[in-house]
């Protein structure tokens, strides 16, 4: 039998022999190059199958090739037609080193408008041939319409600062560095700047959408007008020039001898092909809307502290829900996070999960991006781990939160519990540090994992990503990573703190909570010092500590951060089914 | 009345007159842009009166202006003729700064001998002029010959590997990374892969030479016959080619067409542009010697543990005198380091000092880089904080260490056992570390820091430094250090671990041991797990410490260190007046 996918690469390869072409590259993202895609741009799925958030695909003529990373190895095995695709790790082998060994003197094509400069770069670029029409587009006949979910203002009593007076900010900045205009490509660049979400791809309520902001505080924004509604307009104003995204190329041949500024880590070489084409010099520097994002106001700070209170309460319910029916053994992956979110979606400006949920058992916990789902579904069982990893969007914040509890009704083996507490004892040391101005998250990671690195233990993600503001759950340019470039830590970036660690096969541990950093005073100190406040409200489970290992500061933490969790969330847990939620409280913060 | 630097400016603006060039630029490096420089070579010194180790002047037909940083903005001040100069700081004023806004379209010129190419690119280099013959060469009558101390070969019970397997090896990086040859201007690159030492400089054990070594393994030796012995020439062989160093040109012309490695951070521009003019093509990389240098084998490593031995003794010898003597008032910061010196001396294979002791009684341990002289010498005074800083050269190895005692009789001030303690966690913070491979030392910095920071204190200096073999104390390019380039931490680096604290005309803190890096072995362990080995031998004053405020850990690595300080030097304290010290190191190294 012919499967759905050798027909669909069979079919591409006629339209690549058409356009004289040996093959063609098939990126995973769309043309923001960001986390989430529109089922529109699932192109990578459409004709391969695999559907993970990391992975390219390579068809040439008498081969395909399809390339994931160690995250998705079974998930790539799983979903691909080992007829049809040779399954590659892109770690162990790049596509670019692939290409280069297995298509020199190939004519390969790519589509400008879906790969960063910084990435076609790493091609030998000379040899690829930018195709505008993109072939799997000219043989995906049912291909779903790009989403047009409706465009709405961001209220200013969420974002704090009127979107006029953020182009005006920015545009000075543009001014100073002497550029006449910025390019953003990220959605989530443009819902900031014009203070404006939509719905068109999951978790992240942007609406897809281009925009230039000039040095004169005015700005284009391309954006299909089918997403506009009056009130949208209305809260643009007249400063805001509106076209459809197709108009994009006419309006860059506009910047002859302009200088404008473009990144080509994120933006796709496209725009910088036009610009060039149509004359304009590139300032080649990061998307200006970046760190003024990563910087939250005080009225992002206040609705983030508000948001993680309603968080807050449904985590209680839900931990507290779980204490209860865990032994039982009759819940499972799935019920629990559906139970998790329903709770979640009793709280004020609720607007949806921020991300899928982690929920795993076992050894499903093991699995860093492990996604539930009915096939993996299992239940949870008395006596093991479990991990979960969930996150929901308000209009006043975005959430992010883990814990790592034991099912019960036995106590939790020793070995599990020192290493759940080195794991927090790492989760602590983040969470008290004090630091001066200039210090970045790359020279906090070590704190994070001394613990663990004490007895020859590592977990092997970052140990926090920046967190927007009823926006990107993951968001740049600060993180607690030393991959990362070091972005010094600023008042008002929101930063996750979740070390892990995971035992494949047996069980995983992470514990995250939000960090604000804020200011940390000395009486009469020179320099400006930092530190960071919890946003996060949830306890962590006593039945996996072992205090005797946490130096007297850290149970200190750990103790005063429980007290706050019971005297801040127990006066919001008033429901008719609350009082048990409130008892389980009492007795999970009480003291250690 | 006219001083000699108004004269000394007045006769170079002349010899400028005569070159048609409106200024000249003076940095205080010589050719091989190293710490230490000849007398020969003080052109800065000569001209200004300034002998601190970081500066530059310019001279302007009608203004001079010299540059320093804050550590020397005393000594800058007294040092130089206000009538002539105009002192800057260059941090504040960066000299590229200053002479684009104050030199505009000005002739000035500069030595190419003595500024790498990374450091004229700064300046708007378009601008500037090459001088080959230096102009304050032609008015320094009495300008000292250049040094000529007998280069000697560096055994290989010392060196552990034979300079043939290390031209041997060096050459296949070369050759794999497509050069055919490599240039080296640091004379202590010369020194590693020649093993040779001389005696050119204070306190760095160098023949000042250049090499170039061939992808073959063959070598060119830049060095001035006079400084050769039959010994040496032996020593280097065949495949050495000896050559004086105004043949540098000369072969440098051979290069047409040829790839030459040149690092443009650190070697001077006249190298590339001689490359450039005889058609060489530069491949910009950092000097090949740098890195292998810094990965010590295990005969050095064996070599740095039997010189800390040696040098424990005689820091133990010293502490105890000065535990007996301080408290009496009758010495000065030299007559102690004097004593110090004079105790190092009696050691096998001693050499010299491995720089110029830092000893800072008082106010003076606050100054960062204080060196004692005649003029600011002063007693040490009973009942004050006691710094010294300080390290000696062996054939075996080279040591740095700093101690800050209580100079008795009464205890300590709580405030200043608080600062002490705080330091003293760093240190240990940094000495217990574990550390997956990968891991640079800017990574590590924060832990240093942390307990200090946690009260808003700091240090403005880096935490550690590399250091050599028999070779400079200060060694790149690994380091712990937020400011420096993340270089990962391997197995054989030697690390300086010294963190501080200083509060102006009060007293300086700094606890400094140097810290080998060595495999942390874990059972069943999958990842390669690094730690580090202290080598430096010599207790920290009880009398500064506050073991209330230190963790069980730190606590416990603090009592396991002195044990073993204890039971490693006593069996060498063997001395007829050794009596004192023994009982003396007893009782400091007791449990607390």
Redesign the interface.
Known sequence: MTSIYETRVRDLRNVLRDHQLDGFIIPRGDEHLGEYVANSSERLAFISGFTGSAGLAIVLLNRAVVFSDGRYALQLESETDPAVWERLHMIETPPEAWLKEQAAGLRIGYDPRLISADALKKFEAETLYPVIKNPVDEIWADRPAAPTAPALPHDLRFAGEDAGAKRARLAQTLAKEGQDAALLTDPASVAWLFNLRGGDVPFTPVALSFAILHADASATLFIAAAKLSDELRLHLGNAVEIAEPDRMEEVLARFAGKTVRYDPATMPVWFKTNLEDAGAIIAAKSDPVSLPRAIKNTTEQDGARAAHLRDGVAMVRFLAWLAKVAPLGRETEVSAAERLLEYRRRGAFFKGESFPAISGAGEHGAIIHYRVNPQSNRPLNPDEVYLIDSGAQYSDGTTDVTRTVWTGPSAAPQVIKEHVTRVLAGHIAISA????E???G??????A??AL????L?YDHGTGHGVGSYLSVHEGPAGIS?AAK?VPLQEGMILSNEPGYYLPGAYGIRLENLELVKP?H?PG?T?K?LCFETLTLAPFDRALIDASML???ALRWLNQYHSRVSEVLSPLLTGPDDDFAREWLKAATAAI
């Open positions: 540090a004090v630091f001066p200039g210090v970045a790359s020279h906090l990671d070590a704190l994992r001394m690195w004490q007895e020859g590592d030393r070091p940390a000395f100190g320099k010092f130096s007297t500061q």
